[in-house]
Antibody, heavy 121, light 107 residues
Framework: QVQLVQSGPEVKKPGSSVTVSCKASGDILTGYTINWVRQAPGQGLEWMGRIIPVFGTTDYAQKFQGRVTFSADASTSTVSMRLSSLRSEDTAIYFC??????????????WGQGTLVTVSS | DIQMTQSPSSLSASVGDRVTITCRASENIANSLNWYLQKPGKAPKLLIFGASSLQSGVPSRFTGSGSGTDFTLTINSLQPEDFATYYCQQTFSTPRTFGQGTKVDIK
């Protein structure tokens, strides 16, 4: 059974950075993308970008360009998302989600449990 | 960015009802449209991909249709476990934008 297990909740100060990890059970990073989606309290879903772990290729939403970095460690089947220059509006649950690659039908079929990041002074 | 607009934003329904949710894209996205269900405190769950393909393990009472700019998710015979928030997502281009969500609650 595929599982994506994310790291625990974080509380951060404005201006600092946070790293959220997403560990995949088994070698599921080959042939897949890992996408990051966030959800502010009581709000909808927002796509942040994706990484193709086998190549290390990244694609960031313009909104997060320059503040976000995705990385992958094949030896531990772990993908990480680092968000810097945090502000209160970054308070959200951050999800990782797997999608097949390559594919003509993009979809996210397995999701991590989510990681709450709270930005507060 | 492609804007996705869902309607209604919320609806009340009873077990056994047929429910229809619509999603409109701001430009032609062919059939690059997914539907997800999300329950409070949980991750989204994929229901439909490619506008009309049912994800493995999802009950057949969920059907998706549409192409171009207008899409529909239909739930036939609503079940207690279907009360949740539903999101559409376009995958035609990046950023892969979502609709604002449709909350389905119990009448």
């Amino acid at each position: 059974q595929v599982q994506l297990v994310q790291s625990g909740p974080e509380v951060k100060k404005p201006g600092s950075s946070v790293t959220v990890s997403c560990k995949a059970s088994g070698d599921i990073l080959t042939g897949y993308t890992i996408n990051w989606v966030r959800q502010a309290p009581g709000q909808g879903l927002e796509w942040m970008g994706r990484i193709i772990p086998v190549f290390g290729t990244t694609d960031y939403a313009q909104k997060f360009q320059g503040r976000v970095t995705f990385s992958a460690d094949a030896s531990t089947s772990t993908v990480s998302m680092r968000l810097s220059s945090l502000r209160s509006e970054d308070t959200a649950i951050y999800f990782c989600a797997r999608g097949p690659y390559p594919t003509s039908v993009v979809r996210y079929d397995f999701w991590g449990q989510g990681t709450l990041v709270t930005v507060s002074s | 960015d492609i804007q996705m607009t869902q309607s209604p934003s919320s609806l009340s329904a009873s077990v056994g009802d047929r429910v229809t949710i619509t999603c409109r894209a701001s430009e032609n996205i062919a059939n690059s449209l997914n539907w997800y269900l999300q329950k409070p405190g949980k991750a989204p769950k994929l229901l439909i991909f490619g506008a009309s393909s049912l994800q493995s393990g999802v009950p057949s009472r969920f059907t998706g249709s549409g192409s171009g700019t207008d899409f529909t998710l239909t739930i036939n015979s609503l079940q207690p476990e279907d009360f949740a928030t539903y999101y559409c997502q376009q995958t035609f281009s990046t950023p892969r934008t979502f609709g604002q969500g449709t909350k389905v609650d119990i009448k």
